[in-house]
């Protein structure tokens, strides 16, 4: 088991700029696959990003693409997202997930595979 907890949300202005951080604990980090959702009020969660256990294999939705970074940093057990350019159509639940994975580089992008959630970190954006 992993337990993973989420931090840095908040409220900024559209333009404006957080980073989420999501710090691990329980089993070893190194060995889970991992990735950001959001969920906005009255729809489905969305995948944003996600990170291969090794840290050098990303993926990213075509929405945040080129706005958004994920990074991990396995020595500290924690992963990062880096949001810049935010805009009002961001504000959401942002929770991170971890996906046991076989394979170092992999990326999972499927929501249904990762068996570990931590408890949401609110972003609101405002125009």
């Known amino acids: 088991q992993v337990q993973l907890v989420e931090s840095g949300g908040g409220s900024v202005q559209a333009g404006g700029s957080l980073r989420l951080s999501c710090a691990a604990s329980?089993?070893?980090?190194?060995?889970?696959?991992m990735a950001w959702f959001r969920q906005a009020s009255g729809k489905e969660p969305e995948l944003v990003a996600a990170?291969?256990?090794?840290?050098?294999?990303?993926y990213y939705a075509d929405s945040v693409k080129d706005r958004f970074t994920i990074s991990r940093d396995n020595a500290k057990n924690t992963g990062y997202l880096q949001l810049n350019s935010l805009q009002p159509e961001d504000t959401a639940t942002y929770y991170c997930a971890a996906s046991y994975v076989i394979g170092t580089f992999r990326v999972v992008t499927a929501r249904n595979q990762y068996a570990y959630w931590g408890q949401g970190t609110q972003v609101t954006v405002s125009s």
């Open positions: 329980g089993r070893t980090f190194s060995s889970y696959g």
């Open positions: 990170i291969s256990r090794s840290g050098t294999s990303t």
